[in-house]
């Protein structure tokens, strides 16, 4: 999966931009989830007819293929990615890229982070050997955080989580032995996680990224979300959400309106509550407040 070269200047989403037919398309996203946090760009393309000239990056590209075939030239070889493939190109190796075949075209969506992010949640620097991985798992993780990273409505603690447990768990899983190593499990996941859901609750309607939480307790990013999820099982992101929903329904226990409860809790509109709550509770938060106002009616 070759990478493209980025304008010089860039707002943090572009618009697509079409070739003569319409049919071939790129859109950047520059993603910079919170301050401290580092950014990364994120590129969402279909080619048809396209082929890279020989170049090569300063960053990693991983990427995961979701349509067609690409042909990549890289360290001499021929490799093909197609549907589903992870691609990972170490900095500073000369590639292309162009679609397999000549009836067909190819679609990605690919990542480009620096060693430093790529590798922040292991100890010493990821190599990798190969440039196309099968691990479906992982692809499908990738492209679903890379699809909510790009989204309008992008969640800043979401991002920073996903991306970096997919690119620790890509190191640790790819990398070449003795190249990632995994770091060590701090004590008292527990007292960590503690400290962080009361500076997430606090701050319920603007919450901190994962960087500035990690800085204030004398962590890294890396080791703050691991605690977190060693203590909680799930993420802060996930953890948040839930908490939303518990303070959402305890406003519509009093009946409050979903479209107000929505912006009191932190949520960023009332489709997003509802999407969170029925994962949650079961039913959409209006269903929810009809049912207890219901039960108070009969009860009276």
Known sequence: MAAAQAPAQRTRRTGAQPNRDGAEQAVWTRVAPAPGAPSLDLLTARFDQLRYA???????????????LETIRYRGDDHVSGPGSLVVLEPD??????PATATAGFAYRAAYPSPEL???????RPYFRRPVIEDPALATALDRAHRAATAPTADPLRTESDLLTLFTTLATRHAAPGTARP????????????????RLAAQLDAPPGLAAIAADLGLSRYQALRAFRAST??????????????????LLDRGARPADVA??????????????FRRVVGVTPAAYRNSVQDGARRGG
């Open 54 to 68: 020989p170049h090569a990056h300063a960053e990693f590209a991983v990427g995961v293929t979701t349509g067609g």
């Open 93 to 98: 190796e000369t590639h292309t890229g162009g």
């Open 263 to 276: 912006a009191r809790v932190g949520f960023a509109d009332q489709a997003h509550l509802t999407r969170w």
């Open 183 to 198: 770091q060590c499990v701090l004590p008292q996941p527990d007292r960590i996680a503690d400290a962080m859901r009361e």
């Open 233 to 250: 099982g799930m993420t802060p992101y996930a953890w948040l959400a839930q908490y939303r929903v518990s303070r959402a329904r305890a």
């Open 118 to 124: 790529l590798g922040e949640g292991v100890r010493g």
